[in-house]
């Protein structure tokens, strides 16, 4: 069954069965590598450690890539640290911040991180850091960023 909105291209359109079909198949994903933001061969060397390949799609373009395995591109961790746009930048960057600024709170960090009987863990710290952490960010941000860091408090 041919769908009525591309019924009147028949005439226009070579190889109209073709381009029915085509229709049918999911669009292939593509990335563009930044290069003023990130090295091109450390990048694709993450990805295909990932899983990830990639095939170049242009030959005059080498930041254009194909890449088949990547099922959620806007969620992968490259993305996200380097987008402008990503509350996961924000967030990375107010927690170095809040680590070359408040001396107790990377201590607390240190401690967690070398502490391997979380039993013994005293979780109070992670409070303070996390309080500490959700005060840098701006406004708008504590309102949309909430409820993870309230889950996060009830654990």
Known sequence: MIPKPFECYREIIPAFSDFLESLQKPLPIHIRINLIKTEKVPLIKRLNNKGISLKRTLEYDNT???????KSPGN???YLIYNEG???KTLWRLYTELLNENK?????????????DLSKHN???????????????PTLSKITLSPKFFRAMLL
């Open 64 to 70: 254009l890539y194909e890449a088949p395995d990547l």
């Open 86 to 88: 990503s509350y996961v």
């Open 123 to 137: 979780t109070s710290n992670d409070r303070y850091v996390g309080e500490k952490w959700f005060g840098k960010l």
């Open 76 to 78: 992968a961790l490259e």
């Open 104 to 116: 107790l709170a990377r201590k607390y960090i240190y401690e967690a991180y070398i502490n391997h």
